[in-house]
Antibody, heavy 118, light 112 residues
Framework: QVQLVESGGGLVKPGGSLRLSCAASGFTFSDYYMNWIRQAPGKGLEWVSYITSTGSPIYYADFVKGRFTISRDNSKNSLYLQINSLTVEDTAVYYC???????????WGQGTLVTVSS | QSALTQPASVSGSPGQSITISCTGTSSDIGGHNYVSWYQQHPDKAPKLMIYDVNNRPSGVSNRFSGSKSGNTASLTISGLQAEDEADYSCSSYAGSSTLLYVFGTGTKVTVL
């Protein structure tokens, strides 16, 4: 069965960095586009970034402003999100989500919580 | 980035039908037939319920249906059941390199 397992979240001070990981299993990872989507506490879902099966092209939400880097390693069935220059507004649960053959997200991980606080 | 507009809450009694609206613009919902809906129980990951406006993934009950008119999409839940109590979010492809997808504000469905 399809599984996506995120890790790497935690408590970090403003201006800090984290590297989030998403381990995929149960499907041919290299065949699928992947996305990061976040949800701030008590708020709605917010699309963060997208990467194709080959690693290019890559797209980011406007609010990222050069601070985040999405990447993937198909040999390790893994997706990554490097997040730098964190602000309190980046506090959220970060989900990795598999993009279906269309333009929806058919499988999601359980999420990893990033808390930015001094 | 602007979110799609959903009602904050919708409620209904068991067996009733409810409809959740999701209003966007001609750049997202109105411009593409790529509206999807997600169900999220507390502290759980979202689950895809409807894709491409009105298609159900395998395993999703046929009590869930979707539609779209202009810049507004809708999710209807028929024969409401206790297990349907959850948060529901819409999403639309928006097609911009800095806003590829936009999500709705979310709707809390309560089964009375």
């Amino acid at each position: 069965q399809v599984q996506l397992v995120e890790s790497g979240g935690g408590l970090v001070k403003p201006g800090g960095s984290l590297r989030l990981s998403c381990a995929a299993s149960g499907f041919t990872f290299s065949d699928y586009y992947m996305n990061w989507i976040r949800q701030a506490p008590g708020k709605g879902l917010e699309w963060v970034s997208y990467i194709t099966s080959t690693g290019s092209p890559i797209y980011y939400a406007d609010f990222v402003k050069g601070r985040f880097t999405i990447s993937r390693d198909n040999s390790k069935n893994s997706l990554y999100l490097q997040i730098n220059s964190l602000t309190v507004e980046d506090t959220a649960v970060y989900y990795c989500a598999r993009q279906s053959s269309g333009r929806s997200f058919d499988y999601w991980g359980q999420g990893t919580l990033v808390t930015v606080s001094s | 980035q602007s979110a799609l507009t959903q009602p904050a809450s919708v409620s209904g009694s068991p067996g009733q039908s409810i409809t959740i609206s999701c209003t966007g613009t001609s750049s997202d919902i109105g411009g593409h037939n790529y509206v999807s809906w997600y169900q999220q129980h507390p502290d759980k990951a979202p689950k895809l319920m409807i894709y491409d406006v009105n298609n159900r993934p395998s395993g999703v009950s046929n009590r869930f249906s979707g539609s779209k008119s202009g810049n507004t999409a809708s999710l209807t839940i028929s024969g409401l059941q206790a297990e349907d109590e959850a948060d529901y979010s819409c999403s639309s492809y928006a097609g911009s390199s800095t806003l590829l997808y936009v999500f709705g504000t979310g709707t809390k469905v309560t089964v009375l």
